[in-house]
């Protein structure tokens, strides 16, 4: 048996790994490494067979942000050299999106900088939300703007929007040292907001920021409570210019093996390999792909990313296929986590007691 079978074993089941057994995989030889990836690989073939899920990135308003989250170039403070505008018409955001869908996304996200959308910026997304499922039938709009108020989802969701991304990018332990203008806690909120309001939600991790182990474990464990129905997984991208500028910590094993976590904690949900693959997984992203089933195709917020071409070109190649507009991505096997009762009163069974 190899080292790492009853994880995923445990993972088939829907049975989530322990804090020891998390913490041996992260710290794991790297003789380990492809077994660590293959007990991954099983879990994420059985959910999600050889499908790849692209999505596309949109920035709606650059930079300029009144946050002062370390990791980011957009954050107050910032001197990075990146592209700063306000809002763009829908007719621009319409025309970014297609860009994407055409080649091959499924999913567009737009994203603008800020603390969390004013009622106006919400109602401004409509028209261009409009436009794009106009124009693709059966693409997902998802959305990311920050902190939401009191139904603020409720109002995306009526304008057209399937999901909504907030990710909660550390443990809560840690927030504190990563951003004092808003606190964990907050981001928690606007999750559950998006959940009560039925956007899909999708929430994930930032690695990198100087995190151990265990603050790893806990960020995982702090997302599993949520549910998400997508976890991004970033990798800093150590902008100059920003409080983390010159932080290289991560190497391609440890960001294999950070994936390998994530999908064993959440078997049957979207797991997405996110921001700074490119700069820390370098030749060992088409193994990534045998963990995750979901990439961003092209540039992200405020970097380039990998020529969209060489995306597609890797996963065929890496002998995957990418999902198509309309097409289910999450399994229709989570259906059987609700079970019917035959047991207990009204039948011959004894009650689960």
Known sequence: MAKFDHLAQQALRRERPTR?????VLTSADDDLLDAVAAAFRVRLRYFERRVKLNYLVNLKSGLCPEDCTYCSQRL????????????????????????????????????SGRGPTD???HRLQPAIEQIKAE????????CLGLL???QADRLRDAGVDAYNHNLNTSSERYSDICTTHGFGDRVDTVRRATASGLSPCSGLIAGLGESDDDLVDALFGLHELDPDSVPVNFLIPFEGTPLAGRWDLTPQRCLRILVATRLVFPDAEVRLAGGREIHLRGLQPLALHVVNSIFLGDYLTSEGQPGQADLEMIRDAGFTVQG??????????????RTRHRGAGTALPPNA
């Open 149 to 151: 108020s009191e139904g």
């Open 20 to 24: 020891a057994e998390l913490l041996d």
């Open 120 to 122: 106006r910026d919400v």
């Open 325 to 338: 507009a309309g097409e289910q991505t999450l399994p229709a096997e989570r259906a059987d986590l609700v």
């Open 77 to 112: 403070g910032s001197t990075a050299d990146i592209v700063t505008y306000t809002w763009l018409r829908p007719e621009e955001t319409r025309a970014a999106a297609s860009c994407g869908i055409n080649a091959g996304a499924s999913r567009v996200c737009l994203v603008a």
């Open 136 to 143: 693709h039938p059966g693409v997902e709009v998802c959305a």
